[in-house]
């Protein structure tokens, strides 16, 4: 698990909004931290913060004449299905992968793209195994196969998959989705300065948890 949220790092150390911009985070460094719920050590939770976010939206027409390059809404869904309070039986991780399908099977068909034809994504981290839930409900890899899918750097900015490219809110801070969302704008916008991913054309963001209430964009540059 230590390879999420030091890879998430290093794109928090190119961020200036990031609450963890000037602060490296080691292997070793995530290896010694203290258990807050075992597996989960202090660096697989997200951080509190301050701040605040906004998205200006128009027409394609317009935004054909603004000076930055626009970022284009290729679709949007959101989970809104009623489920049994937290307190009642315990959720397995099917639960999780299964809710989770039920936006990202929605954008997928409304776009006519897929998890294949993504440069980025920013997937909803306010603990690190959201991100392993997204990536398998998305369909970037296989159920049960997510922690080896974000190894040997394939979610790293110059991997195959970049993930949370601005530190997520392991390392910029939680801003319920917000970072996600904007990251997502920036990159296909040709916006998102030394975190660029290059030729980064298609991304997409998925917020709030699977099994809770969730949405998903898909965006073109």
């Known amino acids: 698990m230590a390879e999420l949220a030091v890879t998430q790092r290093e794109g928090a150390r190119l961020n200036?909004?990031?609450i963890f911009r000037d602060r490296e985070l080691t292997r070793d460094d995530y290896l010694g931290a203290r258990m807050i719920a075992d597996p989960l050590c202090l660096y697989d939770c997200d951080v509190p913060v301050q701040g605040c976010a906004a998205l200006v939206l128009t027409t394609s027409e317009r935004a054909r004449d603004l000076v930055d390059r626009p970022a284009y809404v290729g679709a949007y869904a959101q989970q809104t299905v009623r489920r049994a309070p937290l307190a009642q039986p315990l959720y397995m991780l099917d639960d999780y992968v299964a809710a989770g399908r039920t936006t990202t099977d929605a954008l997928w068909s409304r776009t006519g793209l897929g998890p294949s034809d993504m440069d980025v994504a920013q997937l909803y981290d306010g603990f690190?195994?959201?991100v392993y839930y997204w990536l398998?409900?998305?369909g970037f890899?296989?159920?049960?196969e997510a922690h080896a899918f974000v190894r040997d750097g394939r979610i790293a900015r110059t991997g195959t998959l970049p993930v949370n490219t601005f530190g997520g809110s392991?390392?910029?801070?939680?801003?319920?989705?917000?970072?996600h969302l904007i990251e997502a704008v920036r990159q296909v916008s040709g916006r998102a300065g030394p975190r660029q991913v290059s030729d980064a054309h298609t991304a997409v963001a998925l917020d709030g948890s699977p099994l809770l209430r969730s949405a998903g964009v898909v965006l073109t540059g």
């Open 16 to 18: 200036p909004q990031a």
């Open 128 to 130: 690190s195994p959201s």
């Open 136 to 138: 398998e409900a998305a």
């Open 141 to 144: 890899c296989g159920e049960g």
């Open 170 to 179: 392991l390392s910029e801070g939680r801003l319920h989705g917000m970072g």
